[in-house]
Every structure is written in structure tokens, then in C-alpha cells.
């Protein structure tokens, strides 16, 4: 391998990954804030590109606004794309300030903070600038939906690599993020809920790479007893 291999991606990492798959974004300038979707392009080095109609509120905003400090926000979702409870898993905030390339608006961003449910982290801007998103980021949508809709038997059995602790009084087990580091279980309960981490062998910098790592989770699964908790779970559902 090239690089160092790690167990999750960096918070750079994860931040330009969001980056990468949002479709949609929140954007405040000057006390007036605007949604869009499919309005935005990512540069390689995290600038990030809006192109606006022509009454936008939000251009008139920027292009008065004086020079100095930050003045514009960028919001991002990182939502799950298989229905879970509390399905956003992270937000992503650039602050900096607008400069007009013809019609467009660009922001090179001057601060970056990326929310997860571990907390909120400010990530380095000469970090951010250089990171690249997750190899897999632009699938992991289709790759989750097929996962979950098409086998749920293979999400029954992952289960099987999950501590019984995290399974005590699962309700429901869905996949709710991959990376090529891993993927996340998300445990639902009654009330609650937590996420279960599944780590890859090796990293998986395609999709080739990715069904020869999730065949290996399989293969290891089916080497373990069905925790019971799922087994009535299963019991009352088929009953």
C-alpha cells in the first residue's frame, strides 16, 4: 500500500467526502440564506462553485458584501440513504467569502467544521485542501440500498461479527455507512439506538476491491452462531 492504513478515514477525509456526494446545500450570506439543489461543483482543492439564477438574493448579498472577515456559510447533509433512525450522520459547515467568476459565486473556504455524532471537529484548511473523498463515496448510496433491499439475510448474518453487548435488545440491524475502511451497522432498539463498526482487512479503493472485503466479512460471519437476540427477533417475525 502507499499511504498508511487506517481503521476510519480522517475527519479531512470524511468532510471532503460529503463534499463530494451532496446534492444539495444551505447557504447564508449577509442575513439572507437560500437552499439549492444541483447548484453546486467541488474543485480538487475544496472551493466550491454555485451557479445562481439571476434574481438570487444571495448574489446581490455577496457581491455587496465588504471585504475582510468571512461572510458567507455553507451547509451540507450528510443523510443516510437507508431509512434509519435519525438519519442525518453528519453536517458539514464552510465559512469564507464569495468572489463573483462571471455568473457564478466561489468560496474558498477559510474555516471548515464537520458535525458527526461523536461531536463537532474544526478540520485543518491546509488538510481539507489536500484531502481527497472517500473512493467509494459517490456509490455508497446504491451500494447501501442494494445492500439492505436485496440482502437481508447478508445484514442477518454480519450481525454475527457484533458483540453480544451491542445486540442486547435490538429491534432492527441496518447498514448505514460504507468507506473503504469499513462498514457501519446501525443497532436499532426500543428507544435507542448505536452504530457497530465492521473493519475491512485492507482498504477498498473500488468496487472489485470492496466485494472481495465484504465477501471476507461474510465468510467469517458464517463461521459464528446467530446471536439469539436476532434469532427471536427472526422467531417472532416468521411466526
Do not use: K, N
Not at 463573483?100 to 485542501?129: F, K, M, N, W
Not at 440482502?151 to 442477518?156: G, S, Y
Amino acid at each position: 500500500m502507499g499511504d498508511t492504513w487506517t481503521a476510519a478515514p480522517s475527519a479531512a477525509q470524511r468532510a471532503r467526502s460529503v463534499l463530494a456526494a451532496a446534492w444539495s446545500c444551505a447557504v447564508t450570506a449577509q442575513g439572507a440564506r437560500e437552499e439549492f439543489v444541483g447548484a453546486h461543483t467541488v474543485a480538487g482543492d475544496g472551493s466550491v462553485r454555485l451557479r445562481l439564477p439571476g434574481d438570487s438574493a444571495l448574489r446581490t448579498a455577496a457581491i455587496r458584501a465588504p471585504r475582510g472577515e468571512p461572510s458567507a456559510v455553507l451547509e451540507f447533509a450528510d443523510v443516510a440513504p437507508v431509512p434509519v433512525r435519525r438519519r442525518v450522520r453528519a453536517r458539514l459547515w464552510l465559512a469564507g467569502r464569495f468572489a463573483t467568476e462571471g455568473q457564478d459565486l466561489v468560496l474558498h473556504p477559510t474555516r471548515v467544521v464537520l458535525s458527526r455524532t461523536s461531536g463537532a471537529v474544526v478540520v485543518g484548511i491546509e488538510e481539507y485542501a489536500s484531502a481527497a473523498p472517500d473512493p467509494l463515496a459517490l456509490a455508497e448510496a446504491h451500494l447501501l440500498t442494494h445492500l439492505a433491499d436485496a440482502h437481508p439475510d447478508a445484514v442477518e448474518r454480519l450481525t454475527r461479527l457484533v458483540g453480544p453487548d451491542s445486540l442486547h435488545g435490538a429491534v432492527r440491524v441496518r447498514p448505514l455507512a460504507v468507506d473503504r475502511h469499513g462498514l457501519t451497522l446501525r443497532v436499532e432498539r426500543a428507544r435507542t439506538h448505536g452504530d457497530v463498526r465492521l473493519v475491512f482487512h485492507a482498504p477498498a479503493d473500488d468496487l472489485g476491491a470492496l466485494s472481495e472485503r465484504m465477501h471476507a466479512l461474510l465468510a467469517r460471519a458464517s463461521a459464528r452462531v446467530c446471536p439469539r437476540a436476532l434469532q427471536r427477533q427472526r422467531t417472532d417475525r416468521d411466526g
